[in-house]
């Protein structure tokens, strides 16, 4: 199979996964180990922005995309997710609802599919992707000084992951009336 740039970046997104688990919980590089994973992090959530608006912009969406390109978004984020429960930075509570949220809403796509229904982001879930990003980001660089926007982040984001799993539920529950659920 001949993979196009978009489906390219996805894979390296997924392959640059290990490289940031590896630093964010390798105690023995001190801070240089979380600054190179949040080079990681960063470089990782920008193939994301990337491969989606080259696939948009060129016609480059294929099969392979859509399945691994949310697939990839999903482990980068619970990988820093789990790491963070780790190392005692986030409460495991957080990452629970967080993570049932992603596995609820892709149980929705995959019902969706099955009648030919594409369950497509909205700006809810966009915000919450964006509130994710920006809280990990934070969480890796704990800076004493931004504890207080951290927190705020926590808890946006998490709030944002319920509101967003509430909207998908409302907008698309006639997916499971219709599959017989």
Not at 105 to 110: H, K, P, T, Y
Request: some cysteine.
């Amino acid at each position: 199979m001949k993979m196009n740039l978009p489906n390219k970046l996805t894979l390296l997104r997924v392959i640059m996964i290990p490289f940031f688990v590896f630093f964010m919980l390798a105690d023995s590089f001190g801070y240089a180990g979380r600054i190179t994973a949040l080079v990681l992090f960063c470089a990782a959530s920008f193939t994301d922005y990337l491969d989606g608006h080259i696939a948009r912009k060129y016609h480059l969406v294929t099969n392979f995309g859509k399945f691994m390109d949310p697939l990839a978004d999903k482990l980068l984020v619970c990988s820093a997710l789990i790491c963070f429960v780790e190392k005692g930075e986030l409460a495991a509570w957080i990452v629970i609802i967080i993570m049932a949220r992603e596995f609820i809403i892709s149980g929705f796509r995959l019902v969706a599919s099955d009648s030919g229904v594409v369950i497509a982001a909205n700006y809810w879930g966009k915000f919450k992707t964006v509130s994710q990003m920006i809280m990990i980001i934070l969480i890796i660089l704990d800076i004493e000084a931004l504890s207080i926007l951290t927190q705020i982040f926590i808890y946006l984001a998490l709030a944002l992951t319920v509101i967003s799993l509430e909207e998908y539920i409302r907008q698309n529950i006639n997916v499971l009336k219709e599959g017989g659920a």
